[in-house]
T-cell receptor, first 116, second 116 residues
Framework: DTGVSQDPRHKITKRGQNVTFRCDPI?????LYWYRQTLGQGPEFLTY????????KSRLLSDRFSAERPKGSFSTLEIQRTEQGDSAMYLC??????????????FGPGTRLTVT | AQKVTQAQTEISVVEKEDVTLDCVYE???????LFWYKQPPSGELVFLIR??????QNEISGRYSWNFQKSTSSFNFTITASQVVDSAVYFC?????????????FGKGTRLHILP
């Protein structure tokens, strides 16, 4: 499978716990995006990386959220001290940078987080 | 500010009927991309089409067709001879390729039910 993969697919956690999600992009893609999708809404941009550099963070990304892409390949998204409002689908997407060819964003299956 | 409006929250049609999903967008930019994504029950966002703002030609791909009208800021999506497998949530989206982040702004989606 050469698509974007995410792990885990589902996570149930208790309020106050920390969680970490992983995203493996399409191998030749140097851009990686994180989006959050709550019930009945479209995905909302959280942050993105070009190679290992995190270039932008949305105001939706509070201080409890941190994302890394240490070697420019896979990325992790950590949420500390989870709150019920963090319950959502977390989607990862990858693409080539603009000007490098077909630069559409391809999405992974998402990680569904439920905070109880 | 950029915004995408999908006024139809939910649509149900009987199999083999044609169905059109509406999308209206707002942007002050003259250069932008418009997208349609499909989200089946599995949750993964499937890329359907990207259209550049300078290309107003309608596009047909099999049973799918898209009508882009800049005069009304609309980018509607029609499925001809619908099938049960078309049941999904469909998102219209917008991005500005001149933005460094290339983030995508999504509408709230239209849930399409194709009834056998």
């Amino acid at each position: 499978d050469t698509g974007v993969s995410q792990d885990p697919r589902h996570k149930i956690t208790k309020r106050g716990q920390n969680v970490t999600f992983r995203c493996d992009p399409i191998s030749e893609h140097n851009r990686l995006y994180w989006y959050r999708q709550t019930l009945g809404q479209g995905p909302e941009f959280l942050t993105y990386f070009q190679n290992e550099a995190q270039l932008e963070k949305s105001r939706l990304l509070s201080d409890r959220f941190s994302a890394e892409r240490p070697k420019g390949s896979f990325s992790t998204l950590e949420i500390q001290r989870t709150e019920q409002g963090d319950s959502a689908m977390y989607l990862c997407a990858s693409s080539l940078a603009p000007g490098q060819g077909a630069d559409e964003q391809y999405f992974g299956p998402g990680t569904r987080l439920t905070v109880t | 500010a950029q915004k995408v409006t999908q006024a139809q929250t939910e649509i149900s049609v009987v199999e083999k009927e044609d169905v059109t999903l509406d999308c209206v967008y707002e942007t002050r930019d003259t250069t932008y991309y418009l997208f349609w994504y499909k989200q089946p029950p599995s949750g993964e966002l499937v890329f359907l089409i990207r259209r550049n703002s300078f290309d107003e030609q309608n596009e047909i791909s099999g049973r799918y067709s898209w009508n882009f009208q800049k005069s009304t800021s609309s980018f509607n999506f029609t499925i001809t001879a619908s099938q049960v497998v078309d049941s999904a949530v469909y998102f219209c989206a917008l991005s500005d390729p001149r933005n460094r982040d290339d983030k995508i702004i999504f509408g709230k989606g239209t849930r399409l039910h194709i009834l056998p």
